[in-house]
């Protein structure tokens, strides 16, 4: 194959191909990172940020040499479609009560009680008529940005839902075997409108009496051995409506989803519904006290580390894969994290300036982590706003101060919510930075 221009001044110096199928911050990071250049079309390339479309129609016919990277593994879906998520943790969570007991089952306790429609619908009736009046949420398994939810109390409103859905599969399947698809694509078609029907948490922590879920990022650099990263930084999204049971058609006050947010007739795109991570657990320790947020905090550690066990012997590990997830979390007034869901392609459209700034410093730092400059030893607990969580077991954090921990406490090395940590080592010097420029925001929306 012949080379371009960018190839050829990439051999002399050695830099870093890069192709990208997004146009947002990544792209923005990538192209202000030294040493890297960008190729078109079917340009060699070093690494790809690619979207989960290119991903499914292109990764199983690509060859990659050594030392390229991609940001998906092949079968991501395991985690971040939402009746597979659920699927793996409940066999995760059987498989644990059978090998070690129900103690330590039930730390997988971490997820609303959740079925996949149709396949369970029997099994969920069962469980609905055990709870009358409760509320319940659907969802389609593998749409995002808040597409498709809706909150119901009666079984007529699945009945409607469950007529029409059946109508679309079966024309789906009809049109396909006429125009020649092959069945697994018939199949995928079909199975597009699949919900899962999912117990609503009634009781969500509120502020200022509005409803908020929080977005958390942890990088997976392997699965075999498994290797994952925990961001200090994230954010909370909060609803533009005060919380009520009362009624529950009301997207603005019970879906949190910027998306969602952001077509409410007051929103505000500089101020957003946002707060940073280290404000959220700030005024969490005021009010609770640092005990109960630490105790809070390492549940949501266990979530992290369990969710990611639960797929560990299905994920397709390759070593030239790595993953960034964007975990959902919701708090109920009794500060038990609940897991909503796994995202595979959280969004890096910015919402607002702050939140422009946070994201490039997440993707700066991931692709320090991925260090396709070869610049890391292999040994490093943390690397920008990153912390090695998991390392084929638990990773002890080396700065516990022993008279506040106990000397026989584990600590895991997390800091969510923590950026400035005064006995943290220096940064290493030679770790890129990215300065974020100001945005538009009259194009850039979330």
């Known amino acids: 194959m012949s080379h371009n221009v960018s190839e050829t001044k990439c051999f002399i110096s050695k830099c870093v191909r890069y192709k990208c199928g997004l146009i947002n911050t990544i792209q923005d990071v990538l192209r202000q990172r030294p040493g890297w250049v960008e190729v078109k079309d079917d340009g060699e390339w070093d690494f790809n940020w690619c979207d989960v479309g290119w991903l499914r129609e292109n990764f199983d016919h690509s060859y990659m040499e050594e030392h390229v990277r991609i940001n998906h593994f092949r079968n991501h879906y395991e985690l971040t479609r939402k009746n597979l998520m659920v699927k793996n943790l409940k066999r995760h969570r059987k498989n644990l009560e059978r090998d070690v007991g129900r103690m330590e089952a039930s730390k997988c306790d971490f997820f609303p009680c959740t079925f996949a429609l149709p396949s369970e619908y029997h ?5 609905f008529k055990r709870s009358p009046g409760s509320t319940w949420i659907m969802k389609p398994v593998a749409k995002s940005q808040g597409k498709g939810i ?10 409607d839902w469950k007529k029409v859905t059946l109508i679309s599969s079966s024309n789906v399947m009809n049109n396909n075997r006429h125009d020649g698809t092959r069945p697994e694509e018939q199949k995928d078609a079909a199975q597009v409108e699949s919900y899962v029907a999912q117990r609503y948490v009634e009781n969500p922590y509120l502020i200022n009496g509005r409803k908020f879920d929080l977005r958390v990022y942890v990088l997976v650099t392997s699965y075999i051995p498994l290797k994952a990263w925990l961001y200090r930084d994230g954010f909370a999204r909060f609803s533009s409506t005060r919380f009520s049971l009362s ?7 019970h879906l949190t989803n910027v998306a969602v947010q952001k077509t409410a007739p007051d929103y505000d795109p500089e101020k957003g519904c946002k707060w940073q991570m280290q404000q959220l657990r700030r005024y ?4 609770h006290g640092r005990e109960t947020v630490e105790t809070l905090f390492k549940e949501m550690d266990n979530i992290f580390v369990r969710s990611l066990q639960s797929v560990q012997k ?12 964007g975990y ?5 007034q009794n500060l038990k994290p609940w897991l909503i869901e796994v995202n595979a392609s959280p969004s890096h459209t910015p919402s607002s300036q702050e939140d422009y700034e946070m994201k490039c410093r997440l993707l700066e730092d991931t692709l320090n982590v991925v260090d396709m400059e070869g610049r890391l030893t292999g040994k490093e607990k943390r690397v920008g706003g990153y ?9 002890n954090r080396e700065d516990v101060n022993l008279e506040t921990f106990g000397s026989t406490c584990f600590t895991a090395n997390t800091h969510l919510g923590n950026l400035n940590i005064s006995s943290d080592k220096p940064l290493r010097a030679d770790m890129i930075k ?9 194009y850039a929306n979330s």
Request: hydrophobic share 50%.
């Open 247 to 253: 009624t529950i058609d009301d997207k603005y006050m």
């Open 434 to 442: 990215f300065k974020a420029p100001r945005l538009n925001f009259e």
């Open 123 to 127: 099994l969920f009736v069962e469980e």
């Open 387 to 395: 912390d090695l969580m998991w390392n084929d077991g638990p990773v």
């Open 314 to 325: 299905f994920i397709i590990n390759d070593k030239h894969c790595f993953e960034l997830y």
């Open 150 to 159: 809706f909150l119901f109390r009666k079984l007529k409103d699945i009945m």
């Open 284 to 287: 969490l320790t005021a009010k």
């Open 328 to 332: 959902d979390i919701l708090l109920d």
